[in-house]
């Protein structure tokens, strides 16, 4: 069974880099039969896609996001990273990591998400 | 960048009804790349329906998916108790960014 685990800090202060990781067990993350991806969700509202990570290393974001997010995989811990700079309260949000089936691009498993808030 | 536009933004029914939810892209999406999740309180959201009309893994039969281009509809043929939450339509397109609706709240009348 693929299970998918966030981590990081919870507190983060504006203009510092936001960097998550997201632990998978029972699959791997260099299957060409997926991909693996961010999104995040402010209090209260909708769900916002940030990027992805390929199998080939290959990544592609949101380009509301392009400038300031890097997302990487590491394939010997099974594990992905995010991180997001020059943060803002903005950027407060759940943030998830997910799983996508390649050819449907829809999000078939995620992570029970981490809260980061932005703030002094 | 494709809009999705999911209305209702809340539907009020009881248990047993038929619950009907749209969604509505800016421009034609593939059928094979718009999918619907649902979302509880506290709970990430979980794949219901992709390629607008496949069940996802583990998915009841009385939820369904439909349309095509521009329109796109979920079905609740008959709410369970379990059945209330929000729903959000997905999209994927040839150029990022892939969008989500703003969401439809399912509440118990």
């Known amino acids: 069974q693929v299970q998918l685990q966030e981590s990081g800090p919870g507190l983060v202060k504006p203009s510092e880099t936001l960097s998550l990781t997201c632990t998978v067990s029972?699959?791997?993350?260099?299957?060409?039969?997926?991909?693996w991806s961010w999104i995040r969700q402010p209090p209260g509202k909708g769900l916002e896609w940030i990027g992805n990570i390929y199998h080939s290393g290959s990544s592609n974001y949101n380009p509301s996001l392009k400038s300031r997010v890097t997302i990487s995989v590491d394939t010997s811990k099974t594990q992905l990273s995010l991180k997001l700079s020059s943060v803002t309260a903005a950027d407060t949000a759940m943030y998830y990591c997910a799983r996508v089936l390649s050819g449907w691009y829809s999000f078939d498993c995620w992570g029970q998400g981490t809260l980061v808030t932005v703030s002094s | 960048e494709i809009v999705l536009t999911q209305s209702p933004g809340t539907l009020s029914l009881s248990p047993g009804e038929r619950a009907t939810l749209s969604c509505r892209a800016s421009?034609?999406?593939?059928?094979?790349?718009l999918a619907w999740y649902q979302q509880k309180p506290g709970q990430a959201p979980r794949l219901l329906i992709y390629?607008?009309?496949s069940r996802a893994t583990g998915i009841p039969d009385r939820f369904s998916g439909s349309g095509s281009g521009t329109d796109f509809t979920l079905t609740i043929s008959r709410l369970e108790p379990e059945d209330f939450a929000v729903y959000y339509c997905q999209q994927y397109g040839m150029s990022p960014p892939w969008t989500f609706g703003q969401g439809t709240k399912v509440e118990i009348k």
């Open positions: 029972g699959a791997s993350v260099s299957s060409e039969s997926y991909f």
């Open positions: 421009q034609s999406v593939s059928s094979s790349y």
């Open positions: 390629g607008a009309s």
